[in-house]
């Protein structure tokens, strides 16, 4: 069974700390998203990227970052957390091209407090 | 730019019943139209797709969506609801030539009643 695989489901960080979100997938997929979902908001686009190395901003970039090393890996970074961005962040995946138009692979979510 | 709407935040229907759960879409060109269902504590999960051809697409679990391009809308539906479709379901939008965007809109929470 192909997977987003996001390695904690529920984290607790301090104000100020740097945090780490990490997602896998096995599905060989060219673009890779992270989303934040909040109530009444939906989901906004963060960062994604369309290939190993390759980062592109999103709708809401501010106090994050990103990295894409290998191909099957993509994390998220909040370089210094702040209680704002206590949230759901989900990260999905794609193949490139028409494969893009079969939909988008979601992870389970990394839900994030930051205290 | 582009963006989606769905006006209603939830929608209570009664086991049994027909389901519609309205989206509305803003464009500059022809669109790819997606919708996504979210269960308690899980990601989303792909639900059907509109690219081009037959306005009536459809998808899992017994939904369908039809595309009304003169009322720009895309909305979802189902002839029976049941107790196990309650969930939050997500319209999502891209451009045909914008590129890697997919925009979604702001969720609406579906109670089916037992």
């Known amino acids: 069974d192909v997977k987003v695989t996001q390695s904690s489901r529920y984290l607790v960080k301090r104000t100020g700390e740097k945090v780490f979100l990490e997602c896998v997938q096995d599905?060989?997929?060219?673009?890779m998203f992270w989303y934040r979902q909040d109530p009444g908001l939906g989901l906004r686009l963060i960062y994604f990227s369309y290939d190993v190395k390759m980062k592109e901003k999103g709708d809401i970039p501010e106090g994050y970052s990103v990295s894409r090393e290998k191909k099957e890996r993509f994390s998220l970074i909040l370089e210094s957390a702040s209680t704002n961005q206590t949230s759901m962040y989900l990260c999905a995946s794609s193949a490139a091209g028409t494969g893009s138009l079969y939909g988008y692979t979601f992870g389970s979510g990394t839900r994030l407090t930051v205290v | 730019a582009q963006s989606v709407a769905q006006p209603e935040d939830q929608v209570n229907v009664a086991e049994g019943n027909p389901l519609t759960v309205k989206c509305t879409y803003s464009?500059?060109?022809?669109?790819?139209l997606f919708w996504y269902v979210q269960y308690p504590n899980r990601g989303l999960q792909f639900l059907l797709k509109?690219?081009?051809?037959?306005?009536l697409v459809k998808g899992s679990y017994g939904f369908e969506a039809e595309f009304n391009k003169s009322q720009t809308s895309f909305h979802l539906k189902k002839p029976s609801a049941l107790v196990s479709d309650s969930a939050l379901y997500f319209c999502?939008?891209?451009?045909?030539?914008?590129?890697?965007?997919?925009?979604f809109g702001a969720g609406t929470r579906l109670f089916v009643k037992a």
């Open positions: 509109y690219i081009t051809g037959d306005n």
């Open positions: 999502a939008v891209r451009e045909k030539t914008g590129g890697f965007k997919t925009i």
């Open positions: 599905m060989d997929h060219e673009n």
């Open positions: 464009v500059s060109g022809n669109p790819y």
